[in-house]
């Protein structure tokens, strides 16, 4: 089973994830600790290499409650969904109203092209259109946050 109220922590990760963890460090993690997953390889934008992603759900339900996102063996994104309760060092988390973020950190400000809310912090996030409430939260490693990433040379 999974701690599902660990803190987010930007730049570095959250419970077990660590970011830059290599794909194998993780995958043996979650089998020592026999925690169910399921994997993916994705080519978002035919990016070279390809992207492996660990999916983990809550008990068993259908929807993911992290992802994690590999390239060139090393964990570089943790997605985090409804029903993960931790929070980030400000106290912001999943199911938080956006305005209610936006006041703790004036930095969440809405990026038209990404089409997301971005932090100045290390973290990016949603809201749902319906309940203005946050869904989502991901932190990662500082190079996704430079035009090169997709270079690989870091």
Same mark, same amino acid.
């Not at 994104?77 to 400000?90: A, D, M, Q, S």
């Given at each position: ?11 570095? !990760? ?33 990016? %070279? ?45 999943? !199911? ?14 809405? %990026? ?17 259109? %319906? ?24």
């Amino acid at each position: 089973m999974i701690d599902l109220t660990t803190p987010i922590i930007p730049y570095e !990760g959250t419970g077990i994830f660590k970011l830059d963890a290599s794909y194998d460090e993780v995958k043996a993690l979650l089998q020592e600790q026999g925690i169910p997953y399921t994997e993916e390889v994705s080519q978002p934008n035919d990016v %070279d290499p390809p992207w492996y992603i660990i999916r983990i759900t809550k008990d068993g339900e259908k929807d993911d409650v992290i992802s994690i996102t590999f390239a060139k063996n090393r964990l570089f994104r943790i997605c985090l969904y409804e029903g993960f309760e931790g929070k980030l060092p400000n106290g912001i988390h999943i !199911g938080m109203p956006l305005d209610e973020a936006q006041r703790i950190d004036p930095t969440l400000t809405f %990026d038209d092209w990404d089409e997301m809310f971005i932090s100045a912090h290390g973290y990016w996030t949603e809201d749902d259109a %319906d309940t203005k409430k946050l869904c989502w939260i991901t932190i990662f490693i500082p190079a996704l946050e430079r035009d090169d990433f997709f270079e690989y040379k870091w």
